[in-house]
């Protein structure tokens, strides 16, 4: 059974249509790159696929579950760190991380690993209001990896993060997927995309334009960089 599933996905905002029939699997275990520019509809797909938003047509399962009919099974399963931290700003550190064991029944003692892991323990009774963009992501990710999760759902992970948060992070999700879990990440640096993931998709005004291994991408479009180019017009003459 694939960890995800999406067949002839298609999402529509009034007259823009975002997402055109959107066809992929995510194998369990394996660590899967959507990549492409900006508008091309990577953030309306993972958030389909959180169950945050509800695609117009097609398909879409996680870890066996239909997104729609059995959402909160899919929930269990998923952890996500996106653009919006889903942090509670009048709280602190630890007690956003509580309340999130509370609510997934885990172990007061993972909170303790978790603020660790994410290099907080310092600021664990500041409240969140207090943070940086990177602290608040770095809590994110906490709370996103706190219930151990079988699919991880990352809509571009390290922003606002400095360089040893990126290089802790990876670690982080190293060790995750290393206890079988799966990963969907939407990235623009490819030097994430090739150290954590080993197969990919490029998605350009809502289609999949090619799909593959990372090397496969790169040799059959020279480079994802070049491939931006060419398929933008970005840089041609006029």
Do not use: W
């Not at 889903?86 to 885990?106: G, H, I, K, Q, S």
């Not at 802790?168 to 150290?195: I, N, Q, S």
């Amino acid at each position: 059974m694939h960890a995800i599933e999406l067949r002839g996905v298609k999402k529509r905002f009034s007259s823009l249509e975002v997402l055109r029939g959107v066809t992929l699997d995510v194998r369990r275990g394996e660590a899967f790159a959507l990549l492409g520019p900006n508008g091309a509809g990577k953030t309306t797909l993972i958030r389909i696929v959180a169950t945050l938003l509800r695609q117009d047509e097609g398909e879409v399962r996680v870890a066996g579950y239909d997104v729609r009919e059995e959402a909160q099974e899919v929930r269990r399963r998923i952890g996500v760190v996106s653009h919006n931290p889903f942090l509670y700003e009048e709280l602190t550190a630890r007690e956003n991380l509580e309340f999130y064991a509370r609510a997934y029944d885990v172990e007061q003692s993972r909170v303790d690993e978790m603020l660790e892991k994410v290099n907080l323990v310092e600021r664990e009774d500041d409240p969140v209001s207090t943070f940086s963009r990177g602290m608040k992501q770095r809590l994110s990710i906490a709370r996103a990896l706190l219930h151990s999760p079988e699919v991880l759902l990352l809509d571009e992970p390290t922003t606002g993060l400095d360089l040893k948060g990126r290089q802790d992070f990876y670690t982080l999700l190293e060790e995750l997927l290393g206890e079988g879990a799966t990963l969907l990440m939407t990235t623009h640096h490819m030097d994430e995309a090739e150290r954590l993931c080993t197969r990919g998709a490029v998605l350009h005004s809502g289609s999949v334009v090619a799909q593959g291994t990372l090397s496969e991408l790169k040799a059959s479009m020279e480079s994802l960089e070049e491939a931006y180019l060419r398929i933008t017009g970005e840089g041609s003459e006029t």
